[in-house]
C-alpha cells in the first residue's frame, strides 16, 4: 500500500531532520507519496503568504501530515504558523510522550510519561492589548475545549494500557479558568473508575517531576503548562533531540516534534533527527504501519548504544548523518 502524507520540512533545522526521517521511513519499507508544502516564512517570501490555500485542501484529503519545525518571531511579526495550524485543523491534542531510550542520556534511568496537552485555547488565543503602562492577555478555558481533551486523556488511556492521569492546573490562583478545567476534570475522572484520576499545582508538578518521574503516568494539562511541563519531560529522557508529538483532530493529525527550529545548529550535521523520528514512529502506527515502526524504534535504542556514531547531545562522537545510517543500518 503506498500512503499519502502531507509533508512540510519547515525551516531552521527542519530540512536536515526531515530528510533523515524520509530515508529512514523508506528504508524500513514503508511506501509513500510525500505531498511537501512550504510553510511559514519560506512560504510568504515566496507566495506572500504564510500558509498556502492548497495546504488546506491536502491536509482536508490525506488526513495526516509530518511536520519539520517552524520559527515564530519572537516579541513581534506574524502569530506562531504552528498555533495556526492547530486552529485551521481543530487539533484539539497534543501528545506528547517522554520516554526513557535507553539508560544514562539523563540522570534518570525509567521514565515513561505522556503529556496529553490543550491545544487551542488558553494564553494561545493570542488576545494580547497594551495599555498605558502595561500589557494584558486573555487566558481562555471553554467548557467544550476541556471536556474534549480530558476525555481524549482517558481515552487515550484505556487504549494504551495507561493506570493514572494527573491533571495540571493552577486553580489555587486562577479559581475560574483553571479552576473550571479542574472541576470538568474531577466530574469526568468518575465515567473511568479503571483509571486514577487526581492533580497537581503546576508548580509542585514540577518539582515532583523532577524528584520522582517515574512515579507518573499520564498528565493532562491547559495548553501553557502543557507546553512547559512537556519540555522538563523532555529533559528528563536525554533533551528536545528525543523528544515526540502529534497534535490530533477528530480525524486529521500532525505529527512533529516538541523542539523547534534551533537556528544555531543549522547546517553543521549535528541536529538530532531522533525526536522527529520518534514523531514519524507514532504516525506509522497511526496509519497502521505498526510493524515498520516497531522496528524503527528497535534501530534508534541499538543507533543510541553506539557513540562512535550518536551526535552529542546523546553523548555521542558523531554527526546527524552518521547516526542516520547507523538506524538504517540496524533496521
Ligand atoms: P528550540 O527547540 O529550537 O531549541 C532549544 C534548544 O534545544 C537549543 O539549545 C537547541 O540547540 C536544542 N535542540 C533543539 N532541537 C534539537 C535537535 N533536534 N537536536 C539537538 N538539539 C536540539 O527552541 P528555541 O530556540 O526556543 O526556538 C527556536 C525557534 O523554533 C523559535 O522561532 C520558536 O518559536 C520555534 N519553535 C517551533 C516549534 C514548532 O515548529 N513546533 C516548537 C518550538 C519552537
Redesign the pocket.
Known amino acids: 500500500m503506498i500512503h499519502d502524507i502531507v509533508l512540510f520540512k ?1 525551516d ?3 530540512p536536515e ?1 526531515t530528510d533523515a526521517c524520509i530515508k529512514i521511513i523508506e528504508a524500513a519499507g514503508v511506501k509513500v507519496n510525500w505531498h511537501e508544502f512550504l510553510i511559514g516564512q519560506l512560504a510568504y517570501d515566496k507566495m506572500g503568504v504564510l500558509i498556502p490555500d492548497d495546504v488546506a485542501v491536502a491536509i482536508n484529503k490525506y488526513k495526516v501530515a509530518l ?8 516579541g513581534e511579526g506574524f502569530r ?3 498555533v495556526e495550524l492547530r486552529l485551521k485543523f481543530d487539533l484539539y491534542a497534543n501528545v506528547r510522550p517522554a520516554k526513557t531510550l535507553i539508560p544514562g542520556l539523563s540522570r534518570y534511568d525509567d521514565v515513561d510519561i505522556i503529556m496529553i496537552r490543550e491545544n487551542t485555547e488558553d494564553l494561545y488565543i493570542g488576545l494580547e492589548e497594551e495599555f498605558d503602562g502595561g500589557a494584558k492577555a486573555t487566558k481562555l478555558i471553554t467548557e467544550k475545549a476541556t471536556r474534549n481533551i480530558i476525555k481524549f486523556a482517558f481515552e487515550y488511556a484505556l487504549k494504551n494500557n495507561r493506570k493514572r492521569v494527573t491533571c495540571v492546573h493552577k486553580s489555587n490562583i486562577l479559581k475560574k479558568t483553571d479552576g473550571l478545567f479542574l472541576k470538568i476534570f474531577n466530574e469526568m475522572k468518575e465515567n473511568y473508575p479503571s483509571i486514577i484520576g487526581d492533580d497537581r499545582i503546576v508548580d509542585n508538578m514540577c518539582m515532583q517531576l523532577v524528584k520522582k518521574p517515574e512515579e507518573y503516568d499520564m498528565l493532562v494539562a491547559p495548553n501553557l503548562y502543557g507546553d512547559i511541563v512537556s519540555d522538563l519531560m523532555a529533559g528528563l529522557v536525554g ?3 528525543v523528544a515526540p ?1 502529534a497534535n490530533m483532530g477528530k480525524d486529521i493529525a500532525i505529527f ?10 543549522v547546517g553543521q550535521d ?7 523520528l520518534l514523531s514519524a514512529t507514532m504516525m506509522l502506527d497511526h496509519i497502521g504501519e505498526n510493524e515498520a515502526s516497531s522496528k524503527i524504534k528497535k534501530a534508534i535504542v541499538i543507533a543510541l548504544n553506539n557513540k562512535e556514531t550518536a ?1 552529542p ?1 546523546m553523548g555521542g562522537k558523531g554527526t546527524a548523518s552518521s547516526m542516520v545510517a547507523e538506524i538504517i543500518k540496524n533496521l
Open positions: 519547515g531552521g533545522i527542519g531532520i511536520k519539520g519545525p517552524v520559527t515564530t518571531p519572537i506562531s504558523v504552528n533533551g528536545l533531540g508529538g512533529e516534534a516538541v523542539h523547534g527550529s534551533a537556528p544555531k545548529m549535528r541536529a538530532n533527527p531522533i525526536a522527529l551526535t547531545d
